[in-house]
């Protein structure tokens, strides 16, 4: 039988009352009550239920995460700087991975409705109606952490995936390179889809290079994909010089494509993706890749959820954007001009 | 405001102890009454406090997790195979990363404890005598994972670690190789260090191939320890002509370095890798890999654990060992012998 706060209470000689003032950390016990009870709880390996705890402090200590999918580089990466963010200011995680199942993202928000987190964090942006609605009715914060989705009240850390993506095809531009195909992310997203769409093609529109509808293709940020495009792509005529991917999961299906084709990267064809996550020094040629600071971004994550459940002073009442960073490695090169 | 649970039975016209006796799903409620209370429930968006229903079930339907790297390729899919099962089945988890810290497993089984999970799930083998103590004193179903600790009453599912590393090698021995090369694990680990070495030097000696101190390397199972292990037994003399790496990871490593190297896999040399993860397909050339079962490994892990949890009729006593496979891609060639 495990020990309960009575045998805590008799063992040390003192109420069950006065356990309970010590476990629950509050003012003005007596600093020998204090050494009495902790002697007595350790001598019997009391441990006290958190759910009973939770009852009277009205606080899990809980937070409920929504990854999109654990299995890609990019959020297996966030999801490791949030659980040590969390662990290091004692909150938990309870950790849903919905893979694009919204069934099971709404089951997962009345779970953690029903287990009382105290904050929520979701990485992705397809919201149903009932998501939204429900959403709306909890009574904890939300944060979206990579996304933002549209007409939401919550905060959103992100970067400004926009000009990150002009930026990483301003680059290409830069290197010498006219024909560049883009292989984009779902246009249903706000911050990942459309944004990043629109940032590749206003870069090419401001630089007066030529927008060929043939080398847009749109997918779902999976390698898989990136390798299906990029085979539609090598079929254009003429062949596009570089291109580039949304995701470094679709850069790296496009890479491994390119090669299956007998060519190469980046001799026949340049190649940038973005995230920055650990597959681009993985792979070989390593990957140029737009980078999401994607540690600070998780840390901050859980930072600004905790300032909003413990309701301190100074939390923010916007998006927090965040810097992105091109970070050059051997993917690309200087496209010499066709005679 | 929240609606609580008198709120539920005004609007049922039904008494509190009906309203509870239908959200715990007791028997002989009249279809009527359950009806009733399930309309009022909705209309009210009442979300019943697993908390409080914790407390009356004595069971909170969360397993709690310990695993080492969420980074990894081996271990982000082990844990998207265990959500998946969990879900399904109506278990939630609470997900902790311990990253080789002690301290911070020895926290988090206390936190499992406090939080009253329903059983836990344990992917490392690394057990101080503070976490063995704790685990023996535990009233809750615990397996290992992937891994089996020495002198541990827990249940683990694993593969034959010992067979799979000796297949493992003597395919490099059936390819004609006499100077295999070999990056273990970490030696104080039973199943994935010890047991795999064993399985190396047995399958040697077994067929008459010499050992070569030189040509075996230990480390961590991460990609940066199998770069810089290559970098090492490239620099020997003789160059072996195959290395056997006992993680994925490891092996992608050690391919990398021999890329920097202006060395070709497998032209100059021949790597396999050791787990079948996702990486496998992901690098060029694909690597060839002694596959664990992962997805199995996840699915049975849960399913076993809750069989013990609900103790159920049939209730796995011993461990249960899955089957390997040996998985042939591109990184292996043919020795041609030396005139």
Chains 1, 2 share one sequence.
Do not use: W
């Not at 089951?107 to 409705?113: G, T």
């Not at 792509?233 to 299956?260: K, Q, W, Y």
């Amino acid at each position: 039988m495990a020990p309960k706060i009575k045998d805590v209470a008799k063992k040390a000689g003192v109420s069950v009352t006065t356990v309970s003032r010590v476990l629950n950390g509050e003012k003005y016990v007596k600093d020998e009550l204090k050494l009495k009870v902790k002697h007595a709880i350790d001598e019997l390996g009391y441990a006290p239920s958190h759910i009973a705890r939770s009852l009277v402090r009205k606080k899990t200590d809980l937070i409920g995460v929504i990854v999109p999918d654990l299995t890609s580089s990019f959020y297996s990466t966030i999801l490791s700087s949030i659980e040590e963010t969390a662990s290091l200011n004692d909150y938990n995680l309870l950790v849903c991975n919905i893979i694009e199942d919204i069934d099971k993202e709404l089951k997962y928000l009345n779970v953690f409705k029903q287990m009382r987190v105290d904050g929520i964090i979701i990485m992705h942006e397809k919201l149903s109606d009932e998501i939204r609605s429900l959403l709306n009715k909890l009574e904890v914060p939300v944060i979206f952490s990579s996304v933002k989705p549209i007409d939401q009240k919550f905060i959103s850390l992100i970067i400004d995936d926009y000009q990150a993506a002009y930026d990483a095809t301003n680059y290409l531009i830069e290197l010498g390179h006219e024909r560049i195909a883009f292989i984009g992310g779902d246009m249903r997203d706000i911050t990942s889809g459309q944004n990043r769409y629109v940032g590749y093609r206003n870069a090419l529109t401001n630089n007066h290079v030529k927008i060929i509808y043939d080398y847009i293709k749109f997918g779902d940020y999976k390698m898989q994909k990136g390798y299906d495009l990029m085979k539609e792509i090598l079929a254009c005529e003429p062949r596009p010089t570089a291109v580039f991917a949304v995701s470094d999961d679709m850069a790296v299906g496009a890479m491994n494509c390119v090669h299956d084709h007998q060519l190469k990267v980046p001799d026949d064809i340049s190649i940038i993706g973005f995230d920055g996550s650990q597959l681009t020094e993985l792979v070989r040629p390593r990957l140029t890749s737009m980078e999401q600071p994607i540690h600070e971004m998780g840390k901050l994550t859980v930072e600004t959820l905790i300032q909003l459940i413990e309701d301190q002073e100074g939390s923010p009442e916007e998006d927090l954007i965040l810097g992105h960073k091109l970070v050059v490695r051997d993917s690309c090169k200087v496209n010499k001009k066709e005679a």
